[in-house]
C-alpha cells in the first residue's frame, strides 16, 4: 500500500520558517510529479509548488520567494521549505504524488497541478499568529 506521511507542521510566529516533509512508502517520490497544497478553514484547497521527475520545480505566484519544494530520493522523501510565514500561510498542508506521467507538472498564477489520480497525505497544520 501506497502510504505518504507529512510531518514538520507546528505554530509559529509571523517571519519564522518551518520544513515540511512527506515521507512516502510503497511509492518513489522521484517517479512522477509530486506537489505541496494546503487548506485553510472555509477555504478551497490550492496548490503551492509541484516538483516534476526531472526535479523541476514551480510554485504558486503567492508563494514564490519564500516557499522551496525539494525531494531525497534516497530518503523517498519530499520537502517544502517555508520561510518569511505570514498569518495567511496558516493552513492544513498536504503533499500529493501523482500515479501516472503528465507533461502539466506546473504552475500558472496561483494555480498549481493538482494530481487527478494519485495518492494525499493526511496533512499536517501550520498555524502563523
Known amino acids: 500500500d501506497v502510504q505518504l506521511v507529512e510531518s514538520g507542521g507546528g505554530s509559529v510566529q509571523t517571519g519564522g520558517s518551518l520544513r515540511l516533509s512527506c515521507t512516502a512508502s510503497?511509492?518513489?517520490?522521484?517517479?512522477?510529479?509530486m506537489g505541496w497544497f494546503r487548506q485553510a478553514p472555509g477555504k478551497e484547497r490550492e496548490g503551492v509548488a509541484v516538483?516534476?521527475?526531472?526535479?523541476?520545480?514551480d510554485y504558486a505566484d503567492n508563494v514564490k520567494g519564500r516557499f522551496t519544494i525539494s525531494r531525497d530520493n534516497v530518503k523517498n522523501t519530499l520537502f517544502l521549505q517555508i520561510d518569511s510565514l505570514k498569518p495567511e500561510d496558516s493552513a492544513m498542508y498536504f503533499c500529493?504524488?501523482?500515479?501516472?506521467?503528465?507533461?502539466?507538472?506546473?504552475?500558472?498564477?496561483?494555480?498549481?497541478?493538482?494530481?487527478?489520480?494519485?495518492?494525499w497525505g493526511q496533512g499536517t497544520q501550520v498555524t502563523v499568529s
Open positions: 516538483i516534476d521527475s526531472d526535479g523541476t520545480t
Open positions: 510503497g511509492y518513489a517520490v522521484s517517479n512522477y510529479c
Open positions: 500529493a504524488g501523482d500515479s501516472t506521467v503528465t507533461r502539466a507538472c506546473y504552475c500558472i498564477g496561483d494555480y498549481c497541478y493538482t494530481p487527478i489520480s494519485g495518492y
